[in-house]
């Protein structure tokens, strides 16, 4: 008990607390790895396929509470005369490339190659390894091929619906506005689906900056008409929110399998089975160690995990 206490009030005392955590676990001659991450899903992501190059070797996970706090972190240890071969640190590239205020990315370090590792996994790819794995549908079952056709006009229809919005986002934070994106982790009432076809609701964008403006200060029009022009829609993952993307890949599969299921119904046939951590939105325990991963991830780990 006395352990744990000096523990929690070390901890209690670190700015970062990750850093407090790795300056116990550190041994020099261990051959331990050290995993740091933005945050507590990140492992869900990475882990697996680092896994598959650790072998036995002991591995510690780091939840950092941020990009800049996964940065502060590697500099400080760096600084402090650690050995960092044996560190491994992962950062999303967020909107810092488009807004030119990137972190420092080393040879220590991975950075996604969209937005974020949500993007990663919001793919048909991965929507395909539930459905055959997990649901349960044969490709030889003509009802994939209707749900893949759904899913992706689904998406392209949805990246074009929040194109404007994104475009207002980086307005507003090329102009120092500060949007408090937290309270948008999804897109609920922002966002309709009918029928597996997004679109956005015409309040929605209303909503929208109602629950991101602080102290009411909105980007110039002519910045927003600027963003938005250069998103190029060929290439969303670079631009979409994450959170949005994984969001609406909940939404999208849970409106198609369900359309599946009325037409299955009414032809008599067996219904299929939705997991209920898809539609309690839990994407990272279901597909975190599932869905294939960037070969850049691959090649990170092939360099670093010997």
Request: charged residues 25%.
């Amino acid at each position: 008990m006395d352990d744990y206490a000096v523990y929690l009030a070390e901890e209690a005392k670190s700015d970062i607390v990750a850093l407090h955590q790795f300056r116990l676990l550190y041994e020099p001659t261990s051959g331990s790895y050290h995993f740091f991450f933005e945050g507590e899903e990140d492992c869900l992501f990475y882990m697996p396929e680092a896994r598959r190059y650790t072998g036995t070797k002991a591995v510690h996970i780091y939840d950092c509470g941020g990009k800049r706090n996964v940065i502060e972190v590697r500099n400080t240890i760096i600084a402090d005369g650690y050995d960092p071969t044996e560190c491994l640190f992962f950062v999303d590239r967020d909107y810092d490339d488009l807004l030119g205020t990137q972190v420092v990315v080393d040879d220590l370090t991975y950075m996604t190659d969209g937005y974020s590792i949500e993007n990663d996994i919001s793919t048909w790819e991965s929507a395909r390894i539930l459905l055959t794995d997990i649901v349960g549908i044969s490709a030889a079952d003509p009802e994939l091929a209707r749900i893949e056709a759904a899913f992706k006009g689904g998406f392209a229809a949805f990246y074009r619906a929040i194109w404007p919005l994104t475009g207002w986002i980086l307005a507003s934070k090329h102009a120092g506005l500060a949007p408090n994106l937290q309270n948008t982790t999804g897109l609920k009432g922002i966002v309709r689906v009918s029928n597996a076809v997004p679109s956005l609701n015409r309040a929605g964008f209303a909503q929208f900056k109602r629950r991101v403006v602080v102290n009411g200060r909105l980007p110039l029009v002519a910045s927003v008409v600027r963003w938005t022009r250069a998103l190029d829609l060929d290439i969303p993952k670079l631009w979409v929110r994450g959170k949005y993307d994984i969001w609406f890949f909940q939404k999208i599969l849970l409106a198609v399998l369900d359309e599946a299921n009325a037409r299955r119904k009414q032809a008599g046939g067996r219904a299929l089975r939705i997991p209920g951590s898809l539609r309690d939105g839990r994407i990272f325990e279901l597909l975190g160690g599932r869905s294939p991963v960037p070969l850049t991830l691959q090649d990170f780990y092939k360099n670093r995990l010997n």
